[in-house]
């Protein structure tokens, strides 16, 4: 009964613990953090349960008094058991930095570090600030210099440290052989720019005389055509003449013969 009893108590704190955690997700610098929760529950469970019972029979046969052969069997029945069943919850809780200033506060505005982050940096602890890329420092107050720290060479040849970084830059000497190296580029651009410039005019070159090689063959084949048809034309003129000139050598030859 006192089990029990504790059980329905473990309950209800835990659903009123839940309830007052989704009431208190509202506020300033509150964030949500995953929880499990155990709570007790009972279970029917499912056994054998050993049964002894004297074997008279056997007792009867050997004749011991008293008698002590008994025999084991088996009854399947069921109990109660106690298992703890674990559940995750969302629960509130004041954001990295942040503290509540009371105990019954919704919001935590009470910052963790006594003194501002600097340079972008985050309270994350009691006056410890997570510090960007190139700052260090309690409060980020203080510039890396990439370019002197032990082990570590980020250029090849000049290092230049800023606020939070570093730059690289080339020896003078070097800086002459880049400019030489830049201007021969330049140049074979040029060289580049001119040769695909004289390639397009070329290409236009070769498509005005392909079209004019075409009319011109158009013509050729028109001028052709005309004097084709014009000996055709002589030639049935011809053709005509030599016929008439057979019809008027027959009729010569038959007046000859008549007289």
């Known amino acids: 009964m006192l089990l029990r009893i504790w059980t329905l108590t473990l309950l209800v704190l835990s659903i009123s613990a839940l309830c007052s955690a989704q009431e208190e997700f509202k506020g300033e610098n509150v964030c949500s953090y995953r929880k499990y929760a155990a709570r007790p529950i009972h279970i029917r469970q499912k ?66 570090c006594s003194r501002s982050c600097e340079n972008g940096g985050e309270c994350i602890g009691h006056e ?54 830049d201007s021969v580029h330049e140049l074979a651009e040029d060289g580049i720019t001119s040769l695909k410039a004289s390639q397009l005019a070329l290409a236009g070159d070769l498509e005005s005389a392909e079209e004019r090689w075409q009319r011109s063959s158009m013509a050729a084949s028109q001028i052709q055509s005309e004097a084709i048809e014009s000996l055709k034309n002589k030639q049935d003129q011809m053709l005509a003449r030599i016929e008439a000139l057979e019809k008027e050598n027959v009729s010569q030859n038959f007046n000859i013969y008549i007289l």
Not at 80 to 98: F, N, Y
Not at 128 to 149: K, L, N, R, S, W
Not at 160 to 181: A, H, M, Q, W
């Open 47 to 112: 056994y054998e349960r050993p049964v002894h019972t004297l074997n008279l029979k056997k007792c009867r046969e050997e004749g011991e008094s008293p008698c002590n052969r008994t025999i084991i069997t088996y009854r399947t029945t069921f109990r109660s058991v106690l298992r703890m069943r674990v559940k995750a919850i969302t629960v509130p809780g004041c954001c990295r930095g942040w503290k509540k200033r009371s105990p019954h506060d919704i919001s935590c505005l009470q910052s963790e």
């Open 128 to 181: 410890h600030c997570q510090c960007p890329e190139g700052f260090t420092g309690a409060y980020c107050h203080v510039d890396i210099d990439e370019c002197t720290t032990a082990g570590r060479n980020p250029c090849q040849q000049k290092c230049i440290n800023t606020p939070g970084s570093f730059k690289c830059s080339c020896i003078d000497e070097l800086k002459v052989l880049e400019t030489r190296v």
